[in-house]
């Protein structure tokens, strides 16, 4: 920094000093704002980093947490397959049998519909029967 004046006489040189102070100034306190902002910048910076840290983890947790769960899924869905497939297969049988009695002459009440059937009636009778039971405890 030159001391820019014209002449060397006191009355110049003050004011070009309090010129050179006042710019002094001028820079220190816009050197401290800047640091006050760096600050506030790598402050944010820190705390961004820091999600993102946390966002990754869960990410990752979560690809993990889905994975297993279509796992999981892919197992019912198999096991469901099997289950119908097993129920078609008992239900053909049945079916089979079913008319294989009938062809050997044997009695009609013995078929699935017939079973089913009386076991309705069953449990139509067996209500009465059990309002009666409670009806001579209770008298």
């Not at 003050?14 to 816009?30: D, M, R």
């Not at 006050?36 to 705390?47: F, Q, V």
């Not at 079973?115 to 001579?136: G, N, Y």
């Amino acid at each position: 920094m030159v001391l820019g004046v014209r002449d060397t006489s006191l009355c110049s040189l003050i004011p070009a000093v309090n010129k050179l102070t006042s710019e002094l100034l001028e820079a220190e306190k816009s050197n401290r704002r800047l640091e006050r902002e760096l600050r506030a910048s790598r402050k944010s910076l820190g705390a961004m980093l820091m999600l993102r840290g946390n966002l990754q983890g869960d990410i990752e947790k979560t690809a993990k947490s889905q994975a297993v769960e279509s796992a999981k899924a892919e197992e019912r869905l198999l096991s469901l397959d099997f289950v119908t497939m097993k129920a078609r297969e008992l239900s053909t049988r049945r079916v089979k049998l079913e008319a294989q009695l009938v062809s050997r002459n044997m009695d009609k009440s013995i078929t699935h519909k017939a079973i089913v059937q009386l076991s309705e009636v069953f449990q139509h009778c067996a209500t009465p029967v059990v309002t009666i039971k409670a009806s001579c405890i209770q008298g």
